[in-house]
């Protein structure tokens, strides 16, 4: 037992913590880096947006002063292109939770393999992770677009398979890699202790997984994996390389409409904005997860 009030001992060596929390090891290699700089860190707050809506504001005159008085209002544009932008970014938001309802579904059961007993099952599933996890998204993205079928037959009925379904699929690869690293880590994360007391209570391995281990890591893994999903959304534009009909994709086609160049920042600075209102929620609500769960030394 450590000393109550002693110096806590370095972490890459011995430890009287047989784990650290996730959240706690990221924030301690925060503060690691941040003694290095010498200053704190950037963190996405309430400023970021802000300055994306001043900066919105500002390319708007900018583009108005550039297109002159004859034309509409490039704020008038925007208003008026709204319901096609929205909607572009309401399939964005659909693609990122489907591809991550799925990647965590799948992702969950390769991270338990990567734990298993036999020798053949955690080997291939730790290639499997690292492959999908090291592989660029947009490889990915384009082999599930261009070797997956357009159409599936089903009990004599021709079933389209559509574009923007192909992408979702292509995204999750990657989340199930990463998704089931969360898992491996949270589970080895468990105070060894926990797995000698259910096995003294005659718990099999499956009970110990599911009735004593993994609630324990629900609380772990929740950080990064809402940190997964916030780098999802933003990572759906990618669909937009292959046609999909998502945010990015309708502002190119109300570029393309209007005909206007001097639209090009202002659009774009719109589409980022709405990135950010989505995904500041998520990232603030992370931080307060690491804050809450981090272990106290």
């Given at each position: 037992?450590?000393r109550r009030g002693?110096?806590?001992?370095?972490?890459a060596?011995?430890?009287d913590?047989?784990?650290l929390?996730?959240?706690?090891?990221a924030?301690?290699?925060?503060?690691?880096?941040?003694?290095e700089?010498?200053?704190?860190?950037?963190?996405?707050?309430?400023r970021?947006?802000l300055v994306?809506?001043?900066g919105?504001?500002?390319?708007?005159?900018?583009?108005?002063?550039?297109?002159g008085a004859?034309?509409e209002?490039?704020?008038?544009?925007i208003?008026r292109?709204?319901?096609?932008?929205?909607?572009?970014?309401?399939?964005?938001?659909?693609?990122?939770?489907?591809?991550?309802?799925?990647g965590?579904?799948?992702?969950t059961?390769?991270?338990?393999?990567?734990?298993?007993?036999?020798?053949?099952?955690?080997a291939?599933?730790?290639?499997?992770?690292?492959?999908?996890?090291?592989?660029?998204?947009?490889?990915?993205?384009?082999?599930?677009?261009?070797?997956?079928?357009?159409?599936?037959?089903?009990?004599?009925?021709?079933?389209?398979?559509?574009?923007?379904?192909?992408?979702?699929?292509?995204?999750s690869l990657?989340?199930?890699?990463?998704?089931?690293?969360?898992v491996?880590?949270?589970?080895?994360?468990?105070?060894?202790?926990?797995?000698?007391?259910s096995?003294?209570?005659?718990?099999?391995?499956?009970?110990?997984?599911?009735?004593?281990?993994?609630?324990?890591c629900?609380?772990?893994?929740?950080p990064p994996?809402?940190?997964?999903?916030?780098?999802l959304?933003m990572?759906?534009?990618l669909?937009?390389?292959v046609?999909?009909?998502?945010?990015?994709?309708?502002?190119g086609?109300?570029?393309?409409?209007e005909?206007?160049?001097?639209?090009?920042?202002?659009?774009?600075?719109?589409?980022l904005?709405?990135?950010?209102?989505?995904?500041?929620?998520i990232?603030r609500?992370?931080?307060?997860?690491?804050?809450?769960?981090q272990?106290r030394?």
């Amino acid at each position: 037992m450590s000393r109550r009030g002693g110096p806590p001992r370095d972490l890459a060596g011995e430890t009287d913590l047989p784990v650290l929390l996730p959240a706690a090891a990221a924030l301690q290699h925060r503060a690691r880096r941040e003694r290095e700089l010498g200053a704190a860190l950037p963190r996405l707050t309430w400023r970021h947006g802000l300055v994306l809506l001043l900066g919105l504001l500002v390319s708007a005159g900018l583009a108005q002063a550039q297109a002159g008085a004859a034309k509409e209002p490039v704020l008038e544009v925007i208003v008026r292109w709204l319901p096609v932008l929205l909607e572009g970014f309401l399939f964005n938001i659909v693609i990122s939770v489907l591809a991550m309802a799925f990647g965590t579904l799948v992702g969950t059961w390769l991270g338990l393999m990567q734990i298993s007993l036999l020798l053949p099952v955690r080997a291939g599933s730790w290639v499997v992770t690292q492959f999908f996890r090291n592989a660029p998204w947009l490889v990915l993205l384009f082999y599930c677009m261009f070797l997956l079928p357009f159409e599936l037959r089903i009990l004599g009925l021709t079933v389209p398979f559509p574009d923007w379904l192909k992408a979702t699929i292509g995204l999750s690869l990657p989340v199930v890699a990463n998704v089931s690293e969360i898992v491996r880590g949270a589970v080895n994360s468990i105070p060894s202790g926990q797995w000698e007391a259910s096995e003294s209570l005659a718990f099999n391995r499956r009970q110990v997984l599911w009735m004593i281990i993994l609630p324990q890591c629900v609380k772990r893994m929740l950080p990064p994996w809402m940190n997964l999903y916030a780098i999802l959304t933003m990572a759906t534009v990618l669909a937009s390389v292959v046609g999909v009909s998502e945010m990015m994709t309708q502002a190119g086609r109300v570029l393309a409409a209007e005909n206007r160049p001097e639209l090009l920042i202002p659009i774009y600075s719109f589409v980022l904005l709405c990135f950010f209102l989505y995904c500041y929620p998520i990232a603030r609500w992370t931080v307060a997860l690491e804050r809450r769960f981090q272990v106290r030394l």
